[in-house]
């Protein structure tokens, strides 16, 4: 294992609780929080590191929570939205060297912050079911690009979910599917380029114990509230999610 203090073990430890337990709550940000925390007193590399296996199993818990036949449900519901956002996101991530990273978080930020603060204040936007599969190739295609130059697909996602008025139940699916082939994807890659090495490997699965039960303790708080209050909940989170982009794309 890497050699960390106790004092920062415990740290991230804290910073992994939090994450799970918002990602319980809306369904998404554990990278975002993790990363954002993590990185505040430890090296991005190692910081990245840390989140991967955390990430991998709590979307696979996500996924599977109300077993595997709604999984397949929902991604036969949403299988030309994900075919596209996947297909884009493989294509697009050759061209992480072309499209400077300042610009595309800035440029994904505050589109981002703007519809959910609108959806906030009272407008809601609504795709009919006439111009779903319309939406969803052009959405589909946005949050592959994104996802696949910058590695944020998150956002663009929830924001497509909040549009169509999916049911929280399924918006957190659909959610854990996405991300969980993503940290499939994610896992591989670091593997690959060595940022998770054995060591780095050992401190990220002991951060699973601690981002599970804040999601576990996240699920509970998910199941008790109402539609709306998590659909508001979820436009709040997007706006955090949204200038931390923008924080990042200033900082590049």
Do not use: C
């Amino acid at each position: 294992m890497l050699e960390l203090s106790f004092p920062i073990l415990l740290a991230m430890a804290v910073v992994a609780l939090f994450s799970g337990l918002v990602k319980g709550v809306v369904g998404f940000g554990m990278p975002m929080i993790m990363v954002s925390g993590l990185a505040s007193f430890l090296p991005v590399e190692t910081a990245l590191a840390t989140l991967i296996i955390p990430t991998l199993v709590s979307n696979t818990w996500q996924a599977f929570r109300y077993g595997w036949r709604a999984v397949v449900e929902s991604i036969w519901k949403y299988r030309i939205f994900l075919g596209v956002m996947l297909v884009l996101l493989v294509v697009s991530a050759q061209m992480i060297r072309i499209i400077p990273q300042g610009i595309l978080f800035l440029i994904i930020g505050a589109p981002i912050i703007f519809f959910a603060l609108i959806q906030l204040l009272g407008w809601k936007l609504r795709i009919p079911k006439s111009r779903k599969t319309v939406a969803e190739i052009m959405l589909g295609f946005i949050s592959g690009v994104v996802g696949g130059v910058s590695g944020v697909w998150g956002p663009p996602l929830v924001a497509y979910l909040t549009a169509m008025n999916t049911s929280k139940l399924e918006q957190m699916r659909v959610q854990g599917v996405v991300y969980g082939l993503g940290a499939m994807m994610l896992t591989l890659a670091h593997i690959r380029s060595g940022v998770l090495t054995f060591p780095a490997a050992q401190v990220s699965a002991a951060m699973v114990i601690p981002a599970l039960a804040g999601v576990a303790l996240g699920f509970r708080v998910h199941d008790r509230i109402p539609q709306e209050k998590f659909r508001t909940l979820t436009l709040i989170v997007l706006i955090f999610a949204g200038l931390n982009l923008i924080r990042r794309g200033i900082m590049v």
